[in-house]
T-cell receptor, first 113, second 119 residues
Framework: SQKIEQNSEALNIQEGKTATLTCNYT??????LQWYRQDPGRGPVFLLLIRENEKEKRKERLKVTFDTTLKQSLFHITASQPADSATYLCALDQDSSASKIIFGSGTRLSIRP | GAVVSQHPSRVICKSGTSVKIECRSLDFQATTMFWYRQFPKQSLMLMATSNEGSKATYEQGVEKDKFLINHASLTLSTLTVTSAHPEDSSFYIC???????????????FGPGTRLTVL
């Protein structure tokens, strides 16, 4: 079955630095991969979607890469701010015909001032 | 755009009672809606997928008679937890999928979640 792993359970970095989160997957070749942000007690908020034929996608201070050979996606937040502190979830389509997605366990990012 | 609401945001009930949670897509029509549950410090687990006017498709291990899903329209889905027990206490989150258009990405947009506590 498909497996999706976010290597770091928690990541703590200094404000202003670039945060890099990793997502690896196995036993599947997803057509696209997504990143969501989740704050405590709230539902996930969609951030970015990247397709298999795209190497990189950017949105403001966010950048996502998708390496289908390594089966890995990297999520970067540049010029990080304390307000970026949250849990970030990687998700991939489980079955494109059913439009279901499965989530990684998330990385809890803390940005210290 | 792509706002999904849930009601109530928090509910406490006695064991044996039933609880209904509503999920609405406010500014778009959802082709499909999904229901997830999330335990503390764990990721979201898909419970069921529903399309308007048809029966929901439940994931393996999810009791369809316990978690009743009704998808009345393209903007409303409800989850009813019947005869709730303390082990049903969890964070329930719905999502609505759009087919794109109106500047929206074809993906799932999530509601804010409902915290259910069964005493």
């Amino acid at each position: 079955s498909q497996k999706i792993e976010q290597n770091s359970e928690a990541l703590n970095i200094q404000e202003g630095k670039t945060a890099t989160l990793t997502c690896n997957y196995t036993n599947y070749s997803p057509a696209y991969l997504q990143w969501y942000r989740q704050d405590p007690g709230r539902g996930p908020v969609f951030l970015l979607l990247i397709r298999e034929n795209e190497k990189e996608k950017r949105k403001e201070r966010l950048k996502v890469t998708f390496d289908t050979t390594l089966k890995q996606s990297l999520f970067h937040i540049t010029a990080s701010q304390p307000a970026d502190s949250a849990t970030y979830l990687c998700a991939l389509d489980q079955d494109s015909s059913a439009s279901k997605i499965i989530f990684g366990s998330g990385t809890r990012l803390s940005i210290r001032p | 755009g792509a706002v999904v609401s849930q009601h109530p945001s928090r509910v406490i009930c006695k064991s044996g009672t039933s609880v209904k949670i509503e999920c609405r897509s406010l500014d778009f029509q959802a082709t499909t809606m999904f229901w997830y549950r999330q335990f503390p410090k764990q990721s979201l687990m898909l419970m069921a997928t529903s399309n308007e006017g048809s029966k929901a498709t439940y994931e393996q291990g999810v009791e369809k008679d316990k978690f009743l899903i009704n998808h009345a329209s393209l903007t409303l889905s409800t989850l009813t937890v019947t005869s709730a027990h303390p082990e049903d206490s969890s964070f329930y989150i719905c999502s609505a999928r759009t087919s794109g258009g109106q500047g929206l990405t074809d993906t799932q947009y999530f509601g804010p979640g409902t915290r259910l506590t069964v005493l």
